[in-house]
């Protein structure tokens, strides 16, 4: 596939902000490059907590670096990470 520069994409170039367009389209055409298929922001989002979770990291410290506010949303992570790799050597 080719792709617009970086540079001349108009929705990159608003005052030097970044827009949510933008972060769609570097991590859609980063996936594609990769091979990795349709990739969003929110599945990098997803594939840190379930990283911090399988780390260990405390649950305080996963919500404030998710930026959720209700720790039950958090808790998800913790509960879904262990359960993940139950069975994987039977």
């Known amino acids: ?45 997803h594939s840190c907590g379930y990283y911090l979770a ?4 405390d649950l305080h410290t996963m919500q404030d670096y998710l930026g959720h506010r209700d720790p039950k949303h958090t808790a998800h992570y913790t509960r879904v990470a262990g359960h993940r790799f139950e069975g994987l050597w039977r």
């Open 54 to 57: 399988d780390k260990g990291t």
């Open 1 to 45: 596939m080719n792709y617009a520069p970086l540079s001349r994409t108009s929705h990159l170039r608003a005052a030097g902000a970044a827009h949510r367009q933008a972060a769609n389209y570097i991590v859609r055409v980063a996936g594609e490059t990769a091979n990795l298929g349709r990739v969003w922001p929110h599945m990098l989002r």
